[in-house]
Structure formats: structure tokens, C-alpha cells
């Protein structure tokens, strides 16, 4: 069993707060701080160079990407080598939708969900827009997804928890979907990897994608991951042909050879910085069982919602009740959402707003446990009923809600 009474004490959180917004940036590990100033002073400042090599003298950066890239590929049921870190999650959607395109190039559609996050479909946009030729980008309604499969379909790109509903998509029976049309599928996993169980390799998922700051905690710009599908690894066209990629890149060639399987992935230089505040939070992560942590997480999110929905009938409950559609966190519905979410973490229960009307609620069983979500409540239930966001100081909108 998981002992998340000792994972908890593994994080440096501020006294008193109630952070339920783990899964937009998760907190700081307290082995993360000594892991960085280990990377600045002992191998930046005294290797130099050298660190990016193995062995006497240099700390192994260069390899880092997928040694990292396997500790979150067990985090997502991904085959051993098949997972690389690198670049930001947007950049990890354009390239896996890239290759998945041009695994179908007798199709031109890419469908998505409206649920999915703008991000995600800006670079779809982007996409097509520069591939001409009649690509394009069709978007439904999360529920009519399995319905507009059809034989037209080149990608299936969806993510599979919604960040706004904390819905969640049925990953195999989609993928299953797509590929009986003939279509590829790219998961993106932000609000997935760290909060539930995933498995990737089983439920058939063609390409995958995430970022490691929110669930994983790795910190706030920790690189994005992407899996590449085994039957896939070594015919994937990676469209970022970047250096890193490249089969030699110290051969220096002037023309690019892909490297063996999601290797090819990498584009530029590794942020060696990040993964070693990441690699502090991997290591938390070895003592999580993650059917503990569904188990736990469901617990906590059930316990929410039964407490909200008992003291705030003014809030309306998006999230959807069925265990199985739903992710690691709570959204409530409430006209007013942004000003009481700032009149929330003024009281020190941290959660956040999705326009136009999302209050949000991560839970992270990793630090967050049944006394909080208790706490949480209590303290929900009096601003709700005390209409203490009703206050001009919280209508101020921050540039990040
Ligand atoms: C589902 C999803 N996809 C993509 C992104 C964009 O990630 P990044 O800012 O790392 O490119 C986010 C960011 O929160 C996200 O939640």
C-alpha cells in the first residue's frame, strides 16, 4: 500500500494552505532544491562541458531525456525506450500530430473535441494552415467524438482528461474506434499523467503527449514528454527535424538522418536544469502505486463533491459523478467563479478559474489528504453562504486565473 501520509511529508508546502491546484503546477518537492543547486554548482559549475557525458567526470545530461522519459513512460504504461522528455507540450502536439499525419497521407482530417485545450488546437490550426491541401481541423462536442469517427479521419486527437470538466474520455474504446477507420490517435495526457492510471501501450494509443509540472511536479517550465508507439518508433517522420533528433548529431551532417525510435523526437538542447528538479519529483513517484492513487484520488474527489454539493447549492457540478469519466479533479459551475475562487485563496484554499464561469479543484492524493479536503469545504461553504467574494478587491482579474 502507498503511504501517502509519507509522500505528503516529501513536499515543502506553505503552512496552512490547502493546494488544490496540483494539477496546473504542483508543488515543490523538498529534495528538488538541493537536486538543482546540485546541477548548478557541483556539475554546471565545476564539469562544464563535460557534464554533458557519462562517466568519471560528467553528470549524464545528454542521456537524461530518456532516462527521465522512461521514469514518466511507467507513470503511463508506455513500453520501456519508447518515451522522450523535451520542449513544451504545445510543441509536443504539433510534432506527434505531424507524424501522425503523415502516417495517413491519403487523408486530410484531423478531429478534435471542444473540450480540448485551445493550445492543443491552435497548433492543429497551425498545422493545417501550413500544410495546405486541403488539411483541416474538425471540431465536436466531447460527447458526439465516437459518432464523427469515420473513414475521412486521418488523427484523432483528444485529451483525455478535460481541463476545464475534469471529464474523461474512454482512451481504448476511442483509440479502438479510430483504428477501425483507419485513423491515428494522439492522447494528450496533461491532466492525465500523475492523476490516474494510464496505459498507453494497452489501450493501443498511437502517439502521446503531457507535461511533467502539473501531477509530476516537476516544477514550473519541467519539459513536456511524448510517446511514440513501438509499431510506430522507427517510421514516425519527425517533423521538428532538430539536431538532437538526428541518428549522429555529432557527425554534423548536413543532412538529417532520424534517430532510432523516440530519439528522433528531440529536438534541441535538453533544459538540464528542469529535469533535475524533475528527477527529485520522479523520485517521489517510485513510491506511488497507481491504483493506490486512483483509489485515493476518487476518495478525495467523491468527498469533495458530497461536502460542496451539501453546504453550496448556489454551485453547480461539472465534473461527472461516474467514477469511470472522471479524472483528478472537481469543477463547480458559478456565475461569479473568478471572484470567489480569489476570495478563496485569500482564505488559503488554492484552486483556480477557467473562463467563462470554472471554478477548479485539483486533487493529488501525492499531498493532499481527507483533513484538507474537509478543511476546504468549511471554508467554501462560508464564503459561499457569506457571499465573501462579493468584494471589488477579487474582481481584479490576474493576467493567469
Ligand atoms: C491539456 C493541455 N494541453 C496543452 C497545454 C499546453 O502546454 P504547454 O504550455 O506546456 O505548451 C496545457 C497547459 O496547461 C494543457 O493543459
Redesign the pocket.
Known sequence: MTDFAATKALFDLPPGMIYLDGN?LGPLPRAAPARVAQAVTAEWGQMLIAGWNRGAGGAGWMAQPAILGDRVGRLIGAEPGHTVLG???????WQALAAALALRPDRRVILSDSG??P??LYMAEGLTGLLGQGYALRVVEPRDVAAAIGPDIAALML?E?D?RTGGRHDMPALTALAHAQGAVSVW?L??SAGALPVDVAGGGADFA???T??YLNGGPGAP?FIYVAPRHADIARPALSGWLGHARPFAFDPTYTPGARVERMRVGTPPVLQMAALDAALDIWDLVDMADLRAASLALTDRFIAGVEGTCPMLTLVTPRDHDRRGSQVSFRFADGYGAMQALIARGVVGDFRAPDIMRFGFAPLFIDATDVDRAVAIIAQVMAGRLWDDPAYRARHAVT
Open positions: 496546473s520542449d513544451t507540450l504545445s510543441i509536443k502536439v480540448n485545450f493550445s492543443d485529451t482528461v481541463y494528450d496533461a491532466h503527449v503531457g507535461c509540472y502539473k513536456a
